[in-house]
């Protein structure tokens, strides 16, 4: 039955019932289950269906969130569907893990006083029922092409471009250095958070389509940038970044100190049945362990949120800004507390005490000050503040850098911006060597989802406006 729109008056917003934390700690499956048809259908009906879609505004692939609601509403999920992917590679990825309390619902300016409609909850029973239904098909060309493009990383940025070429035809190499294609998708995010089947079967589905896979194969030592370059006719570079910043400070090289990417690859290997012997041997794993986890992001979530899984003593993070100015989402902050993580707010670690190995944290108090070139309060120590929290396993979650990729490929001529990522022209997306491009946070540093799908996007329109030039300089010269 067909809903009419506009009745946030009388339905307010409700989304799938979240797993109480009690039980959702004992595993690791996704904390939300699916809506049902009926009530993504009375949600969606909740839009106003604004003249000036400010949701639309602020989603990063500009998705057709208006149009796509009313069809979910009048219950032609069908329709709804092929319009929401047309704008998005992945989209049952992005209703799930999308922070949408800073992107499209943050600005949902559905009457003041009613809570947003549920955009991402929506986009995510969209994909789900068209999977359940058959309706999501591999890309199938209409005419294939002569030309060949390789694209270093099988993260979001490198598939979804991989797929708009490939349903243009092109013939299509991924090379990772894994031995899973999805990158941070698959080895960084949490299964609570995205379960490791809905990206597996988005790179079946490629590889259905005839796109190659190349894993365990890293550019920099098993080929370098130029060998690459020879052997197609344009390259792809969406590498993500991974190099972790670390607290500068005494006790950095402790036993028991242990960068992020490194605790959450061990629990997510682990979580799809590999053999881990530092989890194993109780290294990277924090079961019985005080675990304190330093930083405010994303990644400090997931660690946080992994250890209680983990079923750790106690889980502790210290973050020397407020709950406020954090560079995290306040929708995950507000999961790890109810899972019964502990925040200590505005607090900064000055050493990593041992001998031998971490057993607690030297730390400091902050206070907030006037706005630094971050646009955020400065945070500045407060004297005699100093206090020490036990720990036997510490995280540091501070962020990421790009690598030196001009050194790692042996291609110094690749130009790179001040912040070490690779610098593009924003209208062609290629690099300065021609036939080069890059995507994602390679090029933008440490992002989201959402800017790597849109930037592999425009990255393959740049591919094939620059193949079809050549090919048209080449039949000229015949
Ligand atoms: P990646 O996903 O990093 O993929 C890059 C790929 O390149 C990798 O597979 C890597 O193995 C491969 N590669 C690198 N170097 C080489 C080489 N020399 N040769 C061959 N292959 C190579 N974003 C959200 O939107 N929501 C979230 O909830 C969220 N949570 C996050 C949690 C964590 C722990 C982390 C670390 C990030 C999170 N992000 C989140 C950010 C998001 O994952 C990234 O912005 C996104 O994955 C970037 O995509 P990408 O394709 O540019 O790079
Ligand atoms: Fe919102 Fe992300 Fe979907 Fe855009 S892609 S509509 S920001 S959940
Ligand atoms: Fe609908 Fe909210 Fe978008 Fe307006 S801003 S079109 S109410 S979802």
């Known amino acids: 039955m067909a809903e009419d729109m506009l ?8 989304g799938p019932l979240k797993r109480d934390a009690i039980e959702r700690i004992q595993d690791f499956r996704e904390i939300y289950p699916e809506f049902l048809k009926q009530s993504a259908q009375q949600q969606a009906s909740r839009c106003s269906q604004c003249g000036i879609p400010f949701c639309q505004v602020h989603c990063p692939l500009s998705n057709n969130i208006p149009d796509w609601l009313k069809l979910t509403a009048e219950g032609r999920l069908e329709e709804a569907y ?8 992945f989209p049952e990825i992005c209703g799930r893990i999308c922070p949408q309390d800073r992107l499209c619902e943050g600005s949902c300016v559905i009457e003041a006083g009613f809570q947003s409609v549920t955009i991402g909850t929506i986009e995510k029973f969209l994909t789900e029922n068209a999977w359940k239904n058959g309706w999501v098909m591999p890309p199938s060309p209409s005419v294939e092409q002569e030309a060949h493009v390789g694209i270093i990383g099988a ?3 490198g598939l979804a471009a991989a797929e708009l070429l490939r349903q243009m035809g092109y013939r299509i190499t991924i090379y990772d250095r894994y031995d899973r294609a999805g990158g941070l998708l698959i080895y960084g995010i949490p299964n609570f958070k995205l379960e490791k089947n809905v990206i597996e079967r988005r790179v079946e589905l490629l590889r259905r389509a005839g796109v190659q896979f190349r894993l365990n194969f890293e550019i920099g030592k098993d080929a370098s940038l ?3 370059r020879r052997n197609h006719d344009a390259v792809l570079i969406a590498t993500g970044v991974y190099k972790s910043r670390e607290a500068d400070i005494e006790g950095s090289n402790l036993l028991g100190v242990i960068p992020a990417m490194t605790y959450l690859t061990a629990s997510n290997k682990r979580g799809l049945g590999d053999r881990v012997p530092a989890y194993e041997n109780g290294e990277l794993n924090a079961d019985g362990k005080k675990v304190v986890v330093i930083g405010g992001g994303d990644t400090a979530m997931d660690c946080l949120r992994t250890a209680i899984r983990q079923n750790a003593a106690s889980v502790t993070c210290l973050y020397r800004r407020d709950r ?19 925040f200590i707010w505005l607090s900064l670690p000055q050493a990593f005490l041992g001998p031998g190995r971490a057993n607690s944290v030297c730390a400091v108090k902050m206070r907030l000050g006037a706005i630094d070139s971050t646009g955020r309060p400065a945070p500045s120590e407060v004297p005699g503040s100093a206090f020490i929290l036990k720990a036997d396993m510490i995280i540091q979650a501070l962020g990421f850098d790009p690598e030196d990729i001009p050194v790692l490929f042996s291609a110094p001529e690749l130009k790179i911006s001040s912040n070490r990522t690779i610098h593009i022209d924003p209208l062609t997306q290629m690099t300065n060597l021609p036939g080069v491009f890059a995507a994602g946070d390679i090029v933008r540093g440490a992002s989201l989802v959402v800017w790597a799908i849109r930037d592999g996007r425009e990255a393959a329109q740049g591919i094939h406006r620059y193949l079809q030039a050549k090919a048209e300089m080449n039949m000229a010269a015949e």
Do not use: C, K, W, Y
């Not at 009745?7 to 409700?14: A, G, T």
């Not at 092929?82 to 998005?88: D, E, F, G, I, P």
């Not at 406020?324 to 502990?342: F, K």
């Open 226 to 228: 130029q060998d690459l």
């Open 7 to 14: 009745s946030f008056i009388s339905v307010p917003q409700n």
């Open 82 to 89: 092929r319009l929401s992917q047309a704008t998005n590679t």
């Open 324 to 342: 406020h100015t954090m560079p995290g989402s306040a929708r995950e902050v507000l999961h790890a507390e109810e899972e019964g993580v502990e």
């Open 155 to 157: 993260g979001p940025a």
